[in-house]
């Protein structure tokens, strides 16, 4: 079971950015599918982005976020990255990385192991 940790969560202002980190546990993290899903208080977890594994030649995105998140990995690193540019108060929430089990991975039951969460606050 790959053990994983977001950080770079935090208190930011509309219209700034922010970089989420996932770091993975274990040797096989270049084969591991990866996404972020984001959960807002009171509604249910969504899915953010998705990288393929390898060398992340993939990428998938909820429409909403298209053109203003973006999705990396670093295997040398073991490590998944969200670059969130243009924060708006509604991308306040939890952000979570998880891998994948197939691909293309957008629902919930399309990932196998979660992080514990980082939150994200945009204040207007």
């Known amino acids: 079971q790959v053990q994983l940790e977001e950080s770079g969560g935090g208190l930011v202002q509309a219209g700034d950015s922010l970089k989420l980190s996932c770091a993975a546990s274990g040797r096989a993290f270049s084969t591991y599918i990866m996404g972020w899903f984001r959960q807002a208080p009171g509604k249910p977890r969504e899915f953010v982005a998705a990288?393929?594994?390898?060398?992340?030649?993939?990428?998938y995105y909820r429409n909403s976020f298209k053109g203003r998140f973006t999705i990396s990995r670093d295997n040398g690193l073991n490590m998944v990255f969200l670059q969130m540019n243009g924060l708006e108060p509604d991308d306040t929430g939890v952000y979570y990385c998880?891998?994948?089990?197939?691909?293309?991975?957008?629902?919930?039951?399309?990932?196998?192991?979660w992080g514990q969460g980082t939150q994200v606050t945009v204040s207007s």
């Open positions: 998880a891998r994948g089990s197939r691909w293309p991975a957008v629902a919930l039951a399309d990932f196998i192991s």
């Open positions: 990288i393929s594994s390898w060398s992340g030649d993939k990428t």
